[in-house]
Every structure is written in structure tokens, then in C-alpha cells.
């Protein structure tokens, strides 16, 4: 009901303009909240990751990063912490960077610059072996989306397509392991893993999730909407069934199928319990485990921990932003295809 | 050859072809999904210390379970969750679509800003959050500092909201079972929303879109008013979109783990085991030395059962309302 | 033909299913002996111990030591158990008394008594060497099972500019001296009208509370291990003066929080654990020292840390190098080195007087005081109820009693009964 209220003086018919101006403002207000509540999170992300040790334990905090410096006559300044303010004498207590020594100054004496470091990033990514983790997801990845794309077209082509007995509750079998929460089946998936020799292996990351069920369930729903008359004819022709689904089933999924590949990249790249109990040494460690266990390692210092949040989560977003209107039509479809 | 190939014309070799296509996925699912999920339920039944079986108990797992009050909280826990997460979640993504199927300008702007956090990861967003929670040094503390209100404790108040708004309003008294889910499941559910909801806005929009125009046409031409043309036309039509968002992300919400396992304590499932939920707490007790991971089982049976009721629940009950 | 794709995949999953069989037993090449070591050492703690262990490979030719860091605890004992169940478990790792208890239950525990007493073992002289009650707290019924490898104990960490301030020269003795040292060191300095220094600081952990207790003649559990025992009027006592300390004259942070605090000069005394000082170097600006516990009726302080278990499923020559790791690592030499870096306790007495320590005593002040407490110190139940227990203590004891949710008795009272709920269901 609370929909209602909200939602009352506005035109909420899709398919025509709206015309009041107020209600024009109203979805625009609307929408802007949103963006501001999307966005601030990956702004103070990064606006934190620029800053100086001292600079995030101040309060009330800055948006973006400042230096403070005061004159070191001749024109040349020294950059300073600032240790405590006291606001009644108008003074404040600051310590020299570089050298470390304190001194008490006007307030008017401190100067405040944008001072962005970006020497924290390096840091951060020098703490832990990064660039092997990357690696090892990235390479993780590429196999995972490759065994996907094979394992799903072929078990979805059967299900929506062949008939035997027993395929519907097969299929039911199939979807209600969907349900079993991954912590559930974990320990036995390890003693399986041992029995294989896969632990500390990228097998071990891999060959477990190159079968997907809700990849293959969404292309069964689309190959089931392929009509039938298109198959037997193509049958007739000589067409193998083989034939049938590379040459004529793929082409046209192809949405369905770039759906497929965005849930298999992004479930990998993000997956966490899993490579956690599968995984020991940072060879084959991937990077969000890696991640995990440096923000562990640090305690306390947000500046690092944000840098290393930023890098780990930059390559999805670029990637995001190129292939965003491509990523968002195959989610669509996939979605109504369900 | 010949016969195989009549035999193929006739449509009567499915079956064994059906096996050759369903064999790579069907390997690794019975091998990594089906035998492990069977053993742990099989488990169940047994007494499982530190990696070995101790012996067969029956359902004295099963027993233990229901007297369990750790067993009992952390389900009321789960459904504070999934109660908070997936109605909020769904109401707001449905208003976003909405608004966004305004044929307003820059419509790919919103929606690629709405769609971020979705592409980002939970172990990342973790760290962003707890740090925006942070109770002395965080953004969302400033911020109500600036609208004038205190500071809250966010990830670490194991106190209830509605015993909180009580206090607030300057009763002394609250009666302790309605104290409700604390203000750090709130943050959490906070956070799940915000992931979750840029997924959902795009399936809704995919719905909206999809609604053809005549329908809207004849509801103007019969005066309805905007009101009217939502709730007998848009949403009845959008009734499958909207049953396949709930039930996604009823099921997803269940199964909540890694946010809890990385933005709450220490320990995990704190401030005072206020966001233990059901998941964690079965991989608690079944992987931690101390544990038993027969009775983890067991919480994971029944566990899986709620689940598939529910699921089904959805399906008999509120399926027969779609439209299709 | 035609089909060849479909059966191509086939069987190329089913090869990578079969060919994966075999892989790393971590058996004897070439005469050289390789054991996984499994341990939860990260961070500053994770590189000395990797020092260590490349030392006493260089040394020792025939014997590869493979350190695996687990990162924490939780995540090492999940490992274990999960390596146990499968069969393939490491042949050296890192555990605490009630998991070795679980794995002697297994049978996945190699006893030690034939290694102690054969010809590459200790001498009477150098098991009287050992730091007294830690060789019996990895005894069960009359064998030793596992050796102490990382062990620490809590103290008192002081600001001396701070307290010199209050004109206080020595560390507090007894309770009644922490309170009110705590008291005047509690102020608002910059006159804002709001309290910017405290006299401690401190996290939510059933650690300080356990210390407490004992100090008040309390038990944590009755004689024969079934039931609670901490919810007895020593205890409320010991929790009451917890609460009074860290929220009146003290504040409770999250994590490690507290430990920044101190570091930053903000706050007079904080309870840590010895390895802490690995964690602080370098951080503080001010004159530090450290002291013991303040005692009440008694003296009193837990041992914390783990041990290090063999696995009976590993091979002879692995487990001899394994025992041969461990009879290195507790050496007095090299214990008095990984105690002076990390800050954990020397496990041998002879260390104590060695040269690395006599400059670690020199570098902090009161640290010999405060391995002292070894001499009269305790160990937490080893049953692995109580391991689980344990977290009701610290969840339903100590955070609410800490967070004022409940008062102190009733806190207590609610954590035994959970306690009680435990050791009972461990009776499966």
C-alpha cells in the first residue's frame, strides 16, 4: 500500500510522455537519489584510498584529499599532519612529514591542497603477491566461461529438445540443487576433491564449475521457444542434430548465450568460499581470497585496504562500461526467458 | 550406417544421444553437485567429529536440533533477512523501472550507474561498507552528524530496532521479543539491497518494456487515470517478471553466507550472534573444531526443505495470480 | 562423423577427470624428506615463522619443511578437518589442545612419547628444561601428543608518560590500584567538555574475563568438566569489575582498535597479549612498558596459543622430520629467538637467560616480569565442548555484560546455561 501513496501523483503508465512538469521533477529527484546512493560508496572508496594514514582518522572526514602545508619562508612549504586542533585559541598543533617534528601554529598559517597518493596503491599492491592472484583469475576465469558455454549448449540442446524418459524430473533434479546453499556440500566436495589430488590445483577451481545449472536453464528456456517446425525441417534436410545446434541454435541464442558468459564471469571472479577451502599457497590463490586475507592482515589501515578494494574490482568495471548496453539487453532477455 | 540413420530420421535414438550431450555437464554435476550434497545429508544421520565418523546416531541429530535455541535464533535471523532484503529490494527496483520507463532522457546513464555494484564483489564491497559503518570514523555517522542526529553503532549494535525507536521515542520499557532484527542485520540487509537491486531494475525494465502499447492505448481511451493504468494493466501484466525476481531472490537471500562470513564480527555472525544466519551457523557447527558436522547436516536438510516448500509454496499460490 | 564434437568433449572431460588421480604425497625424491607444515601465522608473525623454517632447511639437507599459512585459526582448523575427513591431512600442523583431543580420538595423532625418549629425543635434564605445566598440557592420559610451539600470555601494557603525569612510577598490583589508576588517567583533556583520554581500552573477548576470574579464585569449569562454573559469585565479582573498568574509566572497541588507541597516546594502560608487541613496533612515540596482570585474592594468567601435532597418517620418514622440526624449533636457542621477535613466550627455561631475550628484556621494559607469570600460569579446559563453548562465554557472557545489555550476573548465568547446553550435547 505504501506503493500507492508514493507512487500516486505520478504518471506511471509506460508508453506515454508525461507531461506535468512537477511530476517530471519527481522522477528525475527519484532517479538522482538512487545515483547518489549508487555511487557514494565507490566514490568514498576511492576517496579514502588517496588519502594519508593520518588524513582517514580525521573527523568530520574530507571528500577528497587534502594535504596541509605550512610556509617554510622563501616560498617552499612543508607538508604536515594535523595532530589536534584547538578552536577556541584558534591554534593548531601540526607534525612535520618528513621530518616528524611538532609545532603549534595559527590556524590561518595552514594551507589545504588537493593531495591525492597514489603511492598507496603501489603499497598496497606490493604487500601481497597481486599480480599472481590476478593471474590466476583471470586464467580461472577464461577456462570456466570456455567449459560453461560447452557444458550448458550441449545439456540444454537435450532438455529442450531430445526426448527421453524421465528428461522433466531429470531437469527438476538438476534445478533443485540450485537450492542446496554451497557451504552444505563443501567438505565432501573437498574429500573429492584430495581423492582426485585437485586441492591447491586451478583443476580444483575449475573443472568443479564448468557444469552451471542456471546457465543451462536459461538456454533450454530459449531453445525451447526455437519452433519445432524449424528442427524437423532442418532433420529432413540431412541436418545432423549436432549440425542443427552449432549452425542454427547458437546464432540465434547469442544474447542468451553473452548472458551466460557475464553470469559465468562475474560468479568467478567473485566466487570466495569455494577457492578459499580449496586453495592453500598463493600460487594458485585467486584474487579475492588474496584480497580477504590482506584486508585480515591490515587491520586498520582503510587507506591500503581501499586501494586493494579499487584494483580488485576495477577490471569488472571497465569491462562493464565497454560492453555495458550488450550486457544489459542479454541480461533482459535472459530474464524473460525465465 | 543405414539403419542408424533410419533409425535417427524416426526420432526414436534420443535417448542415447540425449546421454553423449548431457554427459559433460551431467559428470560434473553428479560428481560435484549430487554425490556431495547426498553425502552430507547422509551424514546426518551419524556423529562426525573433526573429520571422522564417530558412529550412527539416527535422528538424534534431528533431536538435538529442534532443542537447540542457537538453532531456532539464527532461522529467526534468516527470516528478518530474507523479509528485509526481498520485499524492499523488490519494491524498490519496480519504482526504479518504473521511473526509468518514464521515455526520460540519459535512461542508459541511470541504468549502467544502477547496474554497477552487481558486476563488483562481495569481499570488496565488504571492506567499502564496514568502513562506511564504521561507528567513529564512518560516512554514515557524518552524515547523520550533519542532519543533526547521534552516532550509531551499525555493525556492532546487537540491539533491536524497534527496542531502539522505542528508546528513541523515550520509552523505558520494550517487551524483549519484539525487539526485532538489531541495527547490524539492518546494515547488512542495507548492503544486500544495494548489491542486488541494479540486477533487478533490468529485468523489471525488460518487463515493462515488453508490455505492448495498445493496452495502454485502450486504458487511456477509457479514461483511466495513471493509478488505474498501473494496477489493471502494468502490474497484472508484469506479474511473470515480478514471480521470477521474488522467487530468485527469496532463493539467493536463504542462502546468505559470505556477506555475513565477511562484514560481521569478530567473531562472525555478531554483535552478540544478533546476524547468525542459518548458513553460517551450519558451517559454524560443521566446520569448526568443536563442531559435528552430522548435526551441521542436519541443519542443512531441513534448511533445504524450507527452501524447496517455500519455493513451491510460491509456485502453487502465488503463480496461479500471474498472467501469462 | 558428424557427432564427433559432442563425444570429443566427452571424452575429453572424462581424461582430465582421470588423469587429475595421483598427484603430490608429499613422498621421499632423492632422500629428501618434504612435510607440509600447516599453520595460521600471517602477517608479521608469518614472515618470522617463514624465516625459521628456511633456516632449518638450509641446515638441514635431507628435510624440506613446506610452511603453508592458513592466514587465521578458524581457517586452519576447517582445513585440518577437512584434510582428516579426506585422509590426506598435512604431516605437521599448528592446533589447539582441544583439536589434538578430537584428533587423538581419530586416531589421526601420532603419539610422541617413543620420539621424546628414543635416541633423537630429550634428555631428563632438557624435559626439566621446559617451562613447567606446558609439557603435561599436551598429555593426554599420560601420552604427549603434541609439543608447545606458540604460546603467550596477557600483560599490561603501560604509557609512562601518561601515568607519570598522574605522578604513578610503577605498574599497578592489584585490582583495586588498576581501577583507580584507571581512574585518574580517564579525563578530558582539551576541555571540550567531552572525554578524550582513557585509562584502558579494551575488545570483546572472553580472554580478559577468564584471567579475571582466576584472579578471583574462580573456575571456569567444575573439577570434572561438565558444567560451568564461571557464573559463581567470583565470577559475577570479576565480570562486574571487567565492566566497571572498560566502560567507566575505559572503552570498548572493535577488533583491534583499541590497540590503535593506546598506540596514539590516547589511552594510559591496555591488556594484550605479548604477541602484540610485534604488532606495536615502531608504532609508539611514547615511553612503554609492560607489566604483569594486576592480581586480587590470587595471581593469575592463561596460557593462550597452540601446539604443534604430528598426523599418524603420514609416512616414518616424514614423521621423523617432522619431529625433527619440532625438537629444532623448541630448541633454546631457537625458542629464545622466535619469542624475542615475535613476542611469543619462550617454551624453555634455559631460553629465558639466553642472549636474544636478555636484549628483548632490555629493549621493553617488565617483559621479563611479565614471562614470569609462566611460573604460577594457567590452562583453559581441553575438552572440545568447551572449545565451542567458549564462544557463548564471549558472546552471550562477556559482549552483553560489556555492551550493558544484560548485567554482569545475568549474563553470566545466560552464557552457562549455553555452556551447560553444550557439554551436555557433546555427550553424542
Not at chain 2, 571422522?52 to 528478518?80: E, H, K, M, N
Not at chain 2, 555475513?260 to 567473531?267: H, K, Q, S, V
Not at chain 3, 638441514?60 to 587465521?72: A, K, L, N, T
Not at chain 3, 583453559?380 to 562465554?393: F, T
Request: aromatic fraction near 14%.
Amino acid at each position: 500500500m505504501e506503493s500507492t501513496a508514493t507512487l500516486k501523483d505520478r504518471d506511471l503508465n509506460a508508453g506515454f510522455r508525461l507531461r506535468r512538469g512537477a511530476g517530471r521533477f519527481g522522477v528525475y529527484a527519484g532517479l538522482w537519489v538512487g545515483i547518489i546512493v549508487m555511487i557514494v560508496p565507490f566514490f568514498w572508496m576511492m576517496s579514502t584510498s588517496l588519502k594519508s594514514p593520518i588524513e582517514i582518522l580525521e573527523f568530520p572526514p574530507t571528500w577528497i584529499p587534502t594535504g596541509h602545508y605550512v610556509s617554510a619562508g622563501e616560498g617552499t612549504w612543508d607538508e604536515v599532519y594535523v595532530v589536534s586542533r584547538d578552536e577556541r585559541a584558534g591554534s593548531v598543533t601540526v607534525r612535520r612529514v618528513e621530518s616528524g617534528a611538532e609545532s603549534v601554529v595559527a590556524e590561518d598559517q595552514v594551507k589545504d591542497r588537493i593531495r591525492l597518493r597514489f603511492g598507496n596503491y603501489i603499497e598496497a599492491w606490493n604487500q601481497a603477491p597481486f599480480a599472481r592472484y590476478y593471474f590466476n583469475t583471470i586464467f580461472v576465469t577464461l577456462f570456466v566461461v570456455a567449459g560453461v558455454l560447452v557444458t550448458s549448449s550441449l545439456a540444454a540442446y537435450a532438455f529442450a529438445r531430445m526426448k527421453f524418459r524421465g528428461r522433466d524430473n531429470l531437469f527438476v533434479v538438476f534445478l533443485s540443487m540450485m537450492m542446496v546453499p554451497q557451504p552444505v556440500y563443501i567438505v565432501p566436495s573437498y574429500i573429492i576433491l584430495v581423492k582426485l589430488g585437485w586441492v591447491n590445483t586451478y583443476q580444483a577451481l575449475i573443472i568443479p564449475w564448468i557444469a552451471h545449472i542456471f546457465s543451462i536453464f536459461l538456454l533450454r528456456q530459449h531453445f525451447k521457444t526455437i519452433p519445432n517446425d524449424l528442427y524437423d525441417a532442418a532433420i529432413i534436410d540431412g541436418c545432423s542434430r549436432f549440425a542443427f545446434l552449432w549452425r542454427i541454435m547458437l546464432p540465434l541464442s547469442k544474447a542468451v548465450l553473452v548472458a551466460v558468459v557475464i553470469f559465468t564471469i562475474v560468479g568467478t571472479w567473485n566466487s570466495f568460499l569455494w577457492p578459499l577451502v580449496m586453495t592453500n599457497t598463493p600460487d594458485v590463490r585467486p584474487l579475492q581470497v588474496g584480497l580477504a586475507r590482506f584486508s585480515q592482515e591490515q587491520g586498520t589501515n582503510h587507506e591500503l585496504m581501499m586501494a586493494a578494494a579499487a584494483f580488485s574490482i576495477a577490471p569488472l568495471i571497465v569491462a562493464y562500461f565497454f560492453a555495458q548496453k550488450q550486457i544489459i539487453q542479454s541480461l533482459a532477455t535472459s530474464g524473460m526467458k525465465s | 550406417m543405414t539403419w542408424l540413420g533410419n533409425l535417427k530420421r524416426k526420432k526414436i535414438m534420443d535417448p542415447l544421444t540425449a546421454v553423449l550431450y548431457l554427459v559433460p555437464a551431467g559428470v560434473i554435476v553428479v560428481v560435484f553437485r549430487m554425490i556431495p550434497i547426498g553425502s552430507a545429508f547422509i551424514l546426518s544421520f551419524f556423529d562426525v567429529k573433526m573429520g571422522r565418523i564417530r558412529g550412527f546416531v539416527g535422528l538424534a541429530q534431528y533431536a538435538r536440533l529442534f532443542q537447540d535455541p542457537t538453532f531456532w535464533s539464527s532461522l529467526g535471523t534468516t527470516a528478518y533477512y530474507v523479509v528485509g532484503v526481498v520485499p524492499l529490494s523488490l519494491f524498490l527496483s519496480l519504482l526504479a523501472a518504473v521511473l526509468l520507463n518514464q521515455k526520460i532522457r540519459g535512461l542508459g546513464f541511470y541504468r549502467t550507474v544502477y547496474f554497477l555494484p552487481v558486476v563488483t564483489s562481495l569481499v570488496a564491497v565488504s571492506m567499502v561498507w564496514k568502513w562506511i559503518f564504521h561507528p567513529r570514523l564512518g560516512l554514515l555517522n557524518y552524515f547523520l552528524g550533519f542532519l543533526g542526529g547521534g552516532s550509531l553503532q551499525w555493525l556492532e549494535e546487537p540491539r533491536g530496532i524497534f527496542e531502539m525507536a522505542a528508546g528513541a521515542m523515550g520509552w523505558s520499557w520494550w517487551p524483549a521479543g519484539l525487539a526485532g532484527p538489531s541495527l547490524a542485520l539492518i546494515a547488512v540487509i542495507v548492503v544486500a539491497i544495494w548489491r542486488g537491486i541494479g540486477y533487478n531494475i533490468v529485468i523489471f525494465l525488460a518487463g515493462l518494456q515488453n508490455i505492448p502499447d495498445q493496452y495502454y492505448e485502450a486504458a487511456r481511451i477509457d479514461g483511466a487515470n495513471p493509478r488505474q493504468v498501473f494496477w489493471r494493466v502494468t502490474w497484472p501484466l508484469l506479474s511473470p517478471t515480478t514471480f521470477y525476481v521474488l522467487l530468485s531472490t527469496t532463493i539467493v537471500s536463504f542462502q546468505v553466507f559470505t556477506q555475513i562470513y565477511l562484514m560481521t564480527g569478530p567473531p562472525v555472525g555478531g554483535p552478540m550472534g544478533t546476524t547468525k544466519v542459518i548458513v553460517y551457523y551450519l558451517f559454524e557447527k560443521g566446520f569448526d573444531a568443536g563442531g559435528n558436522m552430522g548435526y551441521a547436516s542436519a541443519v542443512a536438510l531441513v534448511l533445504f526443505l524450507i527452501i524447496l516448500s517455500l519455493t513451491l509454496f510460491q509456485r502453487r499460490v502465488v503463480e496461479r495470480r500471474v498472467y501469462y | 562423423m558428424r557427432r564427433f564434437p559432442a563425444i570429443a568433449t566427452v571424452v575429453a572431460t572424462v581424461a582430465v577427470l582421470v588423469t587429475g588421480c595421483g598427484g603430490d604425497d608429499g613422498a621421499t625424491t632423492d632422500g629428501v624428506t618434504s612435510v607440509q607444515f600447516w599453520h595460521a601465522m600471517g602477517g608479521p608473525l608469518g614472515d618470522r615463522l617463514d624465516e625459521l623454517v628456511d633456516e632449518f632447511n638450509e641446515t638441514h639437507q635431507d628435510i624440506v619443511i613446506e610452511s603453508v599459512s592458513m592466514g587465521r585459526y578458524q581457517a586452519l582448523s576447517q582445513k585440518i578437518m577437512a584434510a582428516v575427513a579426506a585422509g590426506e591431512p598435512p604431516a605437521l600442523a599448528q592446533a589447539y589442545e582441544a583439536w589434538t583431543g578430537e584428533l587423538i580420538e581419530n586416531g589421526s595423532a601420532e603419539p610422541l612419547d617413543e620420539y621424546m625418549a628414543g635416541p633423537g629425543g630429550f634428555s631428563p635434564e632438557e624435559i626439566a628444561d621446559f617451562v613447567p605445566g606446558m609439557i603435561e598440557n599436551n598429555t593426554w592420559d599420560g601420552t604427549v601428543y603434541s609439543f608447545p610451539f606458540n604460546k603467550s600470555v596477557r600483560a599490561l601494557y603501560l604509557n609512562k608518560d601518561l601515568l607519570a603525569e598522574e605522578g604513578l612510577d610503577a605498574a599497578p598490583v592489584d585490582w583495586d590500584e588498576y581501577m583507580s589508576y584507571a581512574a585518574l588517567l580517564t579525563k578530558d583533556r582539551d576541555g571540550d567538555g567531552r572525554k578524550d583520554q582513557w585509562g584502558t581500552a579494551g575488545q570483546i573477548s572472553a580472554w580478559m574475563f577468564e584471567n579475571l576470574l582466576i584472579q578471583n579464585g574462580g573456575k571456569i569449569l567444575s573439577d570434572d568438566g561438565t558444567t560451568a562454573a564461571f557464573a559463581s559469585s567470583e565470577g559475577v565479582e570479576a565480570a562486574e569489575f571487567m565492566v566497571r573498568l572498560l566502560t567507566e574509566y575505559g572503552k570498548v572497541t572493535s577488533g583491534y582498535e583499541y590497540q590503535n588507541d593506546f598506540q596514539a597516546g590516547k589511552v594510559g594502560m591496555i591488556e594484550g597479549s605479548t604477541v602484540s608487541l610485534s604488532f606495536m613496533e615502531g608504532k609508539y612515540t611514547f615511553d612503554m612498558a609492560v607489566a604483569p596482570l594486576p592480581r586480587n585474592k590470587e595471581r593469575g594468567c592463561f596460557v593462550a596459543g597452540t601446539n604443534v601435532v604430528i598426523f599418524a597418517d603420514a609416512t616414518p620418514a616424514q614423521k621423523r622430520a617432522a619431529w625433527e622440526f619440532i625438537k629444532w624449533f623448541v630448541s633454546p636457542d631457537v625458542t629464545a629467538r622466535w619469542a624475542a621477535k615475535t613476542g611469543y613466550a619462550p617454551v624453555r627455561l634455559s631460553a629465558m637467560e639466553s642472549e636474544a631475550m636478555t636484549r628483548r628484556f632490555e629493549e621493553i621494559e617488565g617483559l621479563d616480569e611479565v614471562y614470569r607469570q609462566l611460573e604460577f600460569a594457567s590452562y583453559e579446559p581441553r575438552s572440545a565442548a568447551w572449545y565451542a563453548g567458549r564462544k557463548h562465554l564471549e558472546e552471550t557472557g562477556v559482549e552483553s555484560a560489556l555492551r550493558l545489555h544484560r548485567s554482569p550476573a545475568e549474563a553470566l548465568t545466560k552464557a552457562a546455561e549455553a555452556v551447560n547446553a553444550e557439554l551436555r550435547s557433546s555427550g553424542y
